[in-house]
């Protein structure tokens, strides 16, 4: 059985933040940076159960519900999500993409994007949530580069 962080309370409040303590980084401990917008970035994950683990994180002021945006700020973040799974989609091929919007471990709002395949860890189940291991980095890297890619042939 699962546990609320211990700091679960205070991560709500935002007097404990992680996310906005952070920054914008181009890195923060096992993810690297793919995506920025006004409102969100996008980062890949080295570690995981399985390749292809993506966050996009909420990047104003501290907010925990996606309720607890503006009308427009929701259409921004909505549409943040859209173009990270559009690169992930044209970088991974997935059978079918997963959009989890939880916050149960970090409260901060962001999704959680994650391409499945036919050859998955957990065909037709959540990807389960413990039992991460970390990529090779030349892998995450290279990842990192085509979805970078993947985003500016977006744009043209
Ligand atoms: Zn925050």
Redesign the pocket.
């Known amino acids: 059985m699962g546990t609320w962080p211990a700091d679960y309370q205070e991560q709500l409040s935002?007097t404990n933040?992680i996310?906005?303590a952070e920054g914008r980084p181009e890195e923060s401990g096992a993810r690297i940076r793919f995506y920025a917008s006004a409102t969100a970035d996008g980062y890949l994950h080295s570690h995981g159960v399985q390749r292809g683990y993506c966050v996009v994180i909420w990047r104003g002021r501290?907010?925990v519900e996606p309720t607890d945006l503006s009308d427009a700020e929701a259409a921004a973040f909505w549409l943040d999500m859209i173009r990270v799974s559009r690169a992930m989609q044209e970088v991974y091929r997935p059978l079918k993409m997963n959009y989890q919007l939880l916050g149960n471990r970090v409260a901060?709002l962001h999704w959680i994007l994650a391409p499945r395949f036919l050859d998955d860890v957990a065909p037709g189940d959540p990807l389960p949530g413990s039992g991460y291991h970390a990529f090779p980095e030349d892998e995450v890297r290279r990842d990192v580069a085509a979805l970078g890619e993947a985003l500016v042939q977006m744009h043209e």
């Open positions: 935002g933040c996310l906005c501290h907010v901060h």
